[in-house]
T-cell receptor, first 113, second 114 residues
Framework: GENVEQHPSTLSVQEGDSAVIKCTYS??????FPWYKQELGKRPQLIID?????GEKKDQRIAVTLNKTAKHFSLHITETQPEDSAVYFC????????????FGTGTRLLVSP | GAVVSQHPSRVICKSGTSVKIECRSL??????MFWYRQFPKQSLMLMAT?????????EQGVEKDKFLINHASLTLSTLTVTSAHPEDSSFYIC??????????FGSGTQLSVL
């Protein structure tokens, strides 16, 4: 089955810096890659997603890139703010109509003022 | 985004009792709902997938007789932890998807079994 690896497990940056989180997946049939932000004790919130027919997607300070050949995708956050501090999960799915997501292990992002 | 409601948010129970957790999609019809458990500082582990009107599909290693899932309507799925034990203590969270194919999560239930 699908296996998603995520790095780093923790990431500390200064406010205003950029943060990059990387994920790799094993199943070349995967075609949907969402990113979730989870604050302590709260539900994961979808922040951005990308499908396999595009290589990059951007939404304000957040962008995701996808390299299908290498089977990896990355989350880029620019101009980080303290409120960006949270755990971020990547995920992969090969059934866009079924959404059985396999999650990465998570990255704890800490943005210091 | 769509709203998925999950109740209760927190439950404490005695060992051996059963606990029911509800997951409702409030503003869309959820053709598929998923149940996960999450241990502290760990990722979400899929327990089972439920489609309205059919039996749930459980992931390997998840006891279907212990974690009963019912998806009786397009807006409601329930997870019942039967004969709960301390090792079942965890954060349980549901998610739902509909025709727009995006996945939305419930707010989670922190279960503590004494």
């Amino acid at each position: 089955g699908e296996n998603v690896e995520q790095h780093p497990s923790t990431l500390s940056v200064q406010e205003g810096d950029s943060a990059v989180i990387k994920c790799t997946y094993s199943d070349s049939a995967s075609n949907y890659f969402p990113w979730y932000k989870q604050e302590l004790g709260k539900r994961p919130q979808l922040i951005i997603d990308i499908r396999s027919n595009v290589g990059e997607k951007k939404d304000q300070r957040i962008a995701v890139t996808l390299n299908k050949t290498a089977k990896h995708f990355s989350l880029h956050i620019t101009e980080t703010q303290p409120e960006d501090s949270a755990v971020y999960f990547c995920a992969a799915s090969k059934n866009t109509g079924f959404q059985k997501l396999v999650f990465g292990t998570g990255t704890r992002l800490l943005v210091s003022p | 985004g769509a709203v998925v409601s999950q109740h209760p948010s927190r439950v404490i129970c005695k060992s051996g009792t059963s606990v029911k957790i509800e997951c409702r999609s409030l503003d869309f019809q959820a053709t598929t709902m998923f149940w996960y458990r999450q241990f502290p500082k760990q990722s979400l582990m899929l327990m089972a997938t439920s489609n309205e009107g059919s039996k749930a599909t459980y992931e390997q290693g998840v006891e279907k007789d212990k974690f009963l899932i019912n998806h009786a309507s397009l807006t409601l799925s329930t997870l019942t932890v039967t004969s709960a034990h301390p090792e079942d203590s965890s954060f349980y969270i549901c998610s739902a998807t509909g025709i727009n194919e995006k996945l939305f999560f419930g707010s989670g239930t922190q279960l503590s079994v004494l």
